[in-house]
């Protein structure tokens, strides 16, 4: 098989971008809005609430970008590099995958990776395992990607996996 690089969808990036944009405005009316009438008090609150508000939007465009940039995933014959925590995973350490489309009541694209050994992997998912909500090794987010190369990852991912599945049970028997 050949490698497949999976980047994130401009069309959802630029739904994000124009979601940060108007945040960003919200946050520029409320600072520049003519002060009629208003206690001292508001004023400031106004101005302190818009100002996080364009901090927010600037880490918001700074995080966007970032991501932007990098590939989401790429997979080959040898490993899956899942480049948000820059995870190098070989094929023969994933035990089981798992879809997820839908979590809390929201549409989510994740797939949830388990290992043979959790704990060589423990390193990139402390926030996930601290909460105890999630029992996977890893998790990949797919969000910024197109639903169709969600599903072509998890394909070529499900692939490999049970061609180890096949090589450890014909080795055991």
């Known amino acids: ?46 101005t302190i609430v818009g100002g996080m508000g364009l ?18 995933v790429q997979l080959d014959a040898h490993e899956v590099h899942y480049f948000r925590n820059d995870a190098r995973i070989p094929w023969q350490d994933v035990r089981k995958i798992e879809m997820v489309q839908e979590w809390g009541g929201q549409k989510v694209r994740w797939i949830y990776v388990y290992a043979h050994d959790p704990n060589k992997y423990a390193a990139f998912e402390k926030t996930n395992k601290k909460t105890g909500l999630i029992e996977a090794d890893l998790i990949f987010d797919f969000s910024l ?29």
Do not use: H
């Open 1 to 46: 098989m050949n490698s497949l690089t999976v980047r994130p969808n401009k069309s959802r990036i630029a739904l994000f971008f124009v979601f940060i944009s108007i945040f960003a405005c919200i946050s520029v009316v409320l600072i520049l809005l003519p002060d009629r009438n208003m206690s001292a008090l508001t004023r400031v609150l106004r």
């Open 145 to 173: 990607a197109a639903q169709s190369d969600f599903e072509k990852v998890y394909a070529y991912m499900q692939q490999y996996v049970d061609q180890e599945d096949d090589l450890s049970t014909s080795s055991s028997s």
């Open 55 to 72: 901090l927010f939007v600037l880490a918001g465009y700074g995080i966007l970008l970032l991501r932007a940039r990098k590939p989401i």
